[in-house]
């Protein structure tokens, strides 16, 4: 079990971005949550296997079709067991 804390930056916001990474977060079988941040950016928390982590931050890179991803910034920490599954924060 791995955790990521990720940052995506571009036209992410107002392309349904939070509402597509909780579906593929949840078909991955990850734990954590999604949200808007207020300088643009969405910020991720996934807890999970380490290469379901790695399927979400590859996906985060094209998000959906609406979104013009910039940069993807993951830091890696250890996972706390904190998430029963995975939504979105508002």
């Known amino acids: 079990m791995r955790r990521a804390h990720i940052w995506v930056s571009g036209r992410v916001q107002g392309?349904?971005?939070r509402a597509t990474t909780c579906d593929?977060?949840?078909r991955l079988r990850l734990t954590g949550w999604?949200?808007?941040l207020p300088d643009g950016r969405v910020e991720i928390v996934a807890e999970g296997?380490?290469?379901?982590?790695?399927a979400l931050i590859d996906w985060c890179w094209?998000?959906?079709p609406l979104?013009?991803?910039e940069d993807v910034?993951?830091?890696?920490?250890?996972?706390?067991?904190e998430f029963?599954?995975?939504?979105v924060r508002y």
């Open 62 to 64: 094209e998000g959906p």
């Open 49 to 54: 296997p380490e290469d379901s982590l790695k």
């Open 84 to 87: 029963d599954d995975f939504r």
């Open 73 to 81: 910034e993951v830091v890696w920490e250890s996972p706390t067991g």
């Open 67 to 69: 979104a013009k991803v």
């Open 24 to 26: 593929v977060a949840r």
């Open 15 to 17: 392309v349904y971005y």
């Open 34 to 36: 999604v949200r808007n």
